[in-house]
């Protein structure tokens, strides 16, 4: 199971900090991805982070502003989100296992995040 949370209204150029949970012992060891989605559009790769949290990937749209970990201590996937855009308002999703090939089968909830300008 997996449960994302952290999101919120921010201003245009602010920040904001998503984490998802995960629970059962398989979480450690998945690579972990975030993915966000607006109405009407399909759901778009955001970052990602592999098991042991030593490589990340990033949608173009998101480099050099938006940041993934992993908190052992917490047992979450946390992104951190600088420089926001109006255009990052969305629902976001954290989902399990992450590949570049496969969609995860195991979804957090969603939480929304709204920038405004």
């Excluded at 938006?66 to 946390?78: G, K, L």
């Amino acid at each position: 199971q997996l449960q994302a949370f952290g999101g919120g209204l921010v201003q245009a150029g602010g920040s904001l900090r998503l984490s998802c949970a995960g629970s059962g012992r398989d979480f450690s060891n998945y690579a972990v991805g975030w993915f966000r989605q607006t109405p009407g559009k399909e759901r778009e790769f955001v970052a990602a982070v592999d098991w042991s949290g030593e490589l990340t990937y990033y949608a173009d749209s998101v480099k050099r502003r938006f940041s993934i970990s992993r908190d052992t201590a917490r047992n979450t996937v946390d992104l951190q989100m600088t420089s926001l855009k109006p255009e990052d308002t969305a629902v976001y999703y954290c989902g399990a296992p992450w590949t570049e090939y496969t969609p995860p089968y195991l979804w957090g909830q969603g939480t929304l995040v709204t920038v405004s300008s």
